[in-house]
């Protein structure tokens, strides 16, 4: 593990840089996230069994998450992704469907009913995360990098940065992540659960560590071999699904 970022420099230093993939390991050393970037598409799997994922896709701001277990997958467009980051526009789109399933005559006295339902179970739209620089730097696996602090309301969350040149990541590399977290955060803030480290606000970097919502884990495999197309593309046998908004 401490050898990491030697290794790194010596492969960028002797070898053409294909596609990135990022690890991250938690205290057991069992994998915390992985991320694999490629043809402006990135794979994100947030536990070592891949029974669930999920891919974005940069070019046409699409995520599809996908279940192992009974072989499904979702997937959210640019419109869908827009009318769930505007909670008036998606209550509007459940009531709909609801009442479409009513005889007229009784429309007009359940829609009233609904959407007293509906507002009383969505959540309060949350402000925008502060990110701020601390001056502190700390090192993991050979690699050094910056104290970042996160502050929404009462939470607060801690990460240790790089810039993304520092793991051999390409201009275009950072961008996929980029607008992945950037979309991330502005749905997270409808729905009161931001965990997103969109860092654009501070520079162009990346977590070498991070720690939030009970989850953390630490940068403990940088890879630039290239990746099978079939990582990013759909399983065969597995079923689309509805969206259940």
Known sequence: MKILHSILLISLATVSVADTSLTFSNKKENV????????NMMRATSADDNSSYMIYNANNTTFSIFSA?????YVLDKEAIESLSDIGAMMDKMLEKQLAEMPESQRAMMRGMLEGALKAQMPKEMPKPEYSLTGKTKSYNGIDCEVVKKKMKRNKSEFCVVKYSEVGMSNAEYAVIQSFQETVQKMAQ???????????????YIPVNYSQSGESGTLSEVNHDELDSNLFAIPEGYKRMEMPF
């Open 32 to 39: 915390a996230m992985k991320m694999q970037i490629a043809n």
């Open 69 to 73: 277990n009974d072989k499904s997958y």
């Open 190 to 204: 409808q729905f009161g659960s931001d965990q997103s480290m969109d860092f654009s606000s501070l520079g162009e």
